[in-house]
Every structure is written in C-alpha cells, then in structure tokens.
C-alpha cells in the first residue's frame, strides 16, 4: 500500500510557473509509475504526465507537451510536476496516482492507477 499527498498548488497569473510535488510513503517511489491527472470544473479528469517505474521514460499530454515536466527525486521519495507558461484552461484540481501493477499498465488511463492522493488546486487567472 501507498499513501500519496500533493502539494504546491495556488493561484498563480498566466504566464506564471508552479511545481507540484506528489510525496509518498509506505513504498518506494523508484519502482512504481507516477501519474499526474487533473480536473476542471464541469470536466472528467484527465491525464496530464506520468513518469514509468525506475523513471525510465516520460509521457505527456499533447496540451500540456513542452510545458509540463515530470521528474522524480529518489531520496526524498517524490514526484514533482514543474509547470511553466501556465494557462487559464490549466486550472483544475491536480493528482498524482500510483501503478504498482507489474507490467505496469496503460500510463493515461486512470484505471491503471491504484492509489490516489486527495488533490492541489491549481488555479490560473488571466
């Protein structure tokens, strides 16, 4: 079993950058796949970013591609998610999530995903 809690969240203007960070306790984060998902007001949730176990490989949502990065630090058992240039449509509640299944499953499908964190709200004025 995992535990997840997001931070990091706020209000931030357009343009603006933030850095969430997903921290974890009860496993490992090195061998387990992360993923960011978040949802908008009225929305389903949907996949932002996921980085694989051992942090081999990095995936991406095509609307946040080359402005999000995922990356994960082994020491403090962490994931974070740096977002730059961010958007008034980036504002949703973002969570991480974890696959502990081996093979890993399907990175933008939240059924994939085993545990939860409770979420950071992120909210981008124009």
């Known amino acids: 079993q995992v535990q997840l809690v ?7 203007q357009a ?7 997903c ?3 009860g496993r490992t984060l090195s061998n387990i796949a992360i ?9 389903e949730r949907e996949f932002v ?21 995922i990356s994960r630090d ?4 962490t994931v974070y998610l740096q977002m730059n240039s961010l958007k008034p449509e980036d504002t949703a509640v973002y969570y991480c999530a ?8 399907i990175y933008f499908q939240q059924r994939s995903y085993d545990y939860w964190g ?8 124009s």
């Not at 343009?15 to 960070?21: A, D, F, T, V």
């Not at 996921?50 to 081999?56: D, Y």
């Not at 082994?74 to 058992?77: C, E, G, I, P, T």
């Open 6 to 12: 997001e931070s990091g969240g706020g209000l931030v």
């Open 15 to 21: 343009g603006g950058s933030l850095r969430l960070s």
């Open 35 to 43: 993923g960011w998902f978040r949802q908008a007001p009225g929305k």
């Open 98 to 105: 974890a696959d502990l299944s081996f093979p890993s499953g």
């Open 118 to 125: 409770p979420g950071t709200q992120v909210t981008v004025s």
């Open 74 to 77: 082994n020491a403090k058992n």
């Open 23 to 25: 921290a974890a306790s």
């Open 49 to 69: 970013a996921t980085i694989r176990r051992l942090g081999s490989s990095t995936y991406y949502a095509d609307s946040v591609k080359g402005r999000f990065t």
